[in-house]
Nanobody, 118 residues
Framework: VQLQAYGGGLVQPGGSLRLSCAAS????????MGWYRQAPGKQRELVAS???????NYADSVKGRFTISRDNTKNTVYLQMNSLKPEDTAVYYC?????????????WGQGTQVTVSS
């Protein structure tokens, strides 16, 4: 499985960015795709995730500002980020979890930098 993330950049506080992550390869029909982020000196944390059935989960810090969605026909997950704050600055990583009958398999994409600064 390969994951390719796009869409990071520099944005002013209050601005918006949209991240995309396309998956290719051995993708199971039951899976979860998500976005994580890691700021300097901090642990990687979950931002949002979405299952192949469409159930979503968000970190409290981004609820109401970020929206995760996916296009199963393109094996692509999106993260629409609105009302960005300086504390959203981090490297954002996408993750795919293939859910097998016995175990799960995790795959990570390369990170994309998001910087929120005036």
């Amino acid at each position: 499985v390969q994951l390719q993330a796009y869409g990071g950049g520099l944005v002013q506080p209050g601005g918006s960015l949209r991240l995309s992550c396309a998956a290719s390869g051995g993708i199971f029909s039951i899976n979860t795709m998500g976005w994580y982020r890691q700021a300097p000196g901090k642990q990687r944390e979950l931002v949002a995730s979405i299952t192949s059935g469409g159930s979503t989960n968000y970190a409290d810090s981004v609820k109401g500002r970020f929206t995760i969605s996916r296009d199963n026909t393109k094996n692509t997950v999106y993260l629409q980020m609105n009302s960005l704050k300086p504390e959203d600055t981090a490297v954002y990583y996408c993750k795919l979890t293939n859910r097998g009958m016995i175990r799960e398999y995790d795959y990570w994409g390369q990170g994309t930098q998001v910087t929120v600064s005036s």
